[in-house]
């Protein structure tokens, strides 16, 4: 199985800061790299797909990049509906894996 | 906009079989361009991919799971399902189906429905 690593697994920052998470893979993957947004009692929504390409809908301010092992989601000025869990995927491979997540809030 | 949504019994016994069915409301699940899979999230804890089924039928499991998990189709009644055998406590968790497109992403998702397995 692929294992994706993400970090930090949770953040505390302040509104219109630059928010970066990383999301490490055990093995390559290509660009099969997707990030979801988690609110609390919501399901997952994608927000960037094959590493970098933004869902339709999804604020400017949401980006990915990345290749090989490494992945990163950046927010580039942190809004209060910001605030959620992120979490990474893979879709190279099955068995299909997540990162553990990681949980954004406000300071 | 497609939408997708669970149904299923809130509580199961330990030992017994979970059965939980997805709905799509619309004809997308007759075409073979997406596959369908079920997610399941215990609560604090992160997301597990359970298995996919294509329209044809053809499904893949999670291989820590394959021994006791069942996904089938029914693209005429626009709906696939899932069945989990020998549950125990560590089962309880938010299950959510969801559509996925090629390799590229996990587009719709369905609102989760919560399933705890106790006596």
């Known amino acids: 199985d692929i294992q994706l690593t993400q970090s930090p697994s949770f953040l505390s920052t302040s509104v219109g800061d630059r928010v970066t998470i990383t999301c490490r893979t055990s093995?390559?993957?290509?660009?099969?790299l997707v990030w979801y947004q988690q609110k609390p009692g919501k399901a997952p929504k994608v927000l960037i797909y094959?590493?970098?390409t933004l869902q339709s809908g999804v604020p400017s301010r949401f980006s990915g990049s990345g290749s090989g092992t490494e992945f990163t989601l950046t927010i580039s000025s942190l809004q209060p509906e910001d605030i959620a869990t992120y979490h990474c995927q893979q879709l190279n491979s099955y068995p299909i894996t997540f990162g553990g997540g990681t949980k954004v809030e406000i300071k | 906009q497609v939408q997708l949504q669970e149904s299923g019994p809130g509580l199961v016994k330990p030992s017994q079989t979970l059965s939980l069915t997805c709905t799509v409301s619309d004809d997308s699940i007759t075409t073979d361009i997406y596959y369908w899979n079920w997610i399941r999230q215990p609560a604090g804890k992160g997301l597990e991919w359970i298995g996919r089924v294509y329209s044809n039928g053809e499904p893949y499991y999670n291989p820590s799971l394959k021994s006791r998990v069942t996904i089938s189709v029914d693209t005429s009644k626009k709906r696939f399902s899932l069945k989990l055998s020998s549950l125990t406590a560590t089962d309880t968790a938010v299950y959510y189906c969801a559509r996925g497109y090629n390799r590229e992403t996990m587009d719709v998702w369905g609102q989760g429905t919560t399933v705890t397995v106790s006596s």
């Open positions: 094959s590493t970098s």
């Open positions: 093995q390559v993957i290509g660009n099969y």
